[in-house]
């Protein structure tokens, strides 16, 4: 891959190549646009095949975060990061902390959070070098594992869609063919089942699809056969490109709608899919839960006002007009999606920030002045970090 005139193509701003010998840290950031403030996205640990299957992923992760945040009505921009590497084998304290001081480096123009193969924990030993990261734990002032709040946001945008497709927005009795079995997939699962769904789930790891299977009574499938399945539903929650030219034309579903970022392999399969009358629900739109509840961080965190924002429907025009003015170059026809994780490892106990002995709220992390923004006004002094490495 030609790298410059990939960023030239789409136009990205930054991408940073990142290794540190002592703790095997390989990993890539990619920033695509901050018009409407820094760039906000996940970092994602997985074992890809090359380095130029990780540039891709990053890249398109990157720009769907632009889609997303702005279509959330957000002031921040999209960015994202991957570390190539097993999360089952090669995490480290040594290697989280190398990291963070990488995107320290970036002076508050990339903001991580949570992904795929990446907890609450690894994030706190980002933390340990950098204010710059979101999504850890509720006992330092921030909003802990968004994974719950994603789910909350996708159960309630496939509710929409069903009303569109299935002339009423009650999911009992319809049948859901989950892909992937994650923490987002699990929260979804719940909300399903409580809801009076029938589910079919697969996981590459069994162990993951077995325990939805166990606690909601879900079927259980191996991982090529969900697309054969015949569904109402099919959710994928996992990695992105599965919605393709060898995958569409099995699908026996007549909605789409799940967690997982990028779904389409390109943007000429949603057309696909809307010739066979399957309607297709935007990743980057109801996914968008987890950013919006970690966004709300930038300016001190407030659990109950992220509730409230969640509940405030997003007008098309209003998102509309601002992906335009973030140079994301939305395409209509499909695209790509952002950065609210969909595959995560379960839940992660939460300790309230005003339970007694709580360690104080967490401030705002006072956001330098960005291109096009002027700088974006926050609430609260600065962060600071006594454990953070100043350059």
Known sequence: MKVLEQMQKDD?????FVQDRGSGLRAIIAIHDTTLGPALGGVRM???????EALRDV??????MTFKSAAAGLDVGGGKAVILGDPKRDKSEALFRAFGRAVHA????????????TTV?????????????TGISSAFGSSGNPAPVTAFGVFQGMRAAAEAVFGSDDLRGRTVALQGAGQVAYHLARHLAEAGARLIVTDLDPEKAGRIAREFGAETVPPDAI???EADIFSPNALGGVLNDETIPRLRVRLVAGAANNQLESPHHARALKARGILYAPDFIINAGGVINVADELSGYDREAGDAAGDRPVRPREGGDRLCRSGGGLDPRGGGSPGSPADRDGPVPQTPADAPGAPPRRASLGTPGLKGS???????APFSNPTVRRP
Do not use: M, N
Request: aromatic content about 14%; hydrophobic content about 30%.
């Open 374 to 380: 002027g700088g974006i006004r926050r609430r609260g």
């Open 121 to 133: 924990e690894d994030l706190e030993h980002v933390f340990k070098e950098t204010p710059y990261v």
């Open 106 to 117: 970036l002076g508050g123009r990339y903001i991580t959070a949570e992904d795929v193969g």
């Open 227 to 229: 697309y054969d399945v």
């Open 59 to 64: 890249l398109r992760l990157a720009r769907g």
């Open 12 to 16: 990205y701003e930054q991408v940073v």
């Open 46 to 52: 997985w074992p890809y095949a090359s380095e130029e």
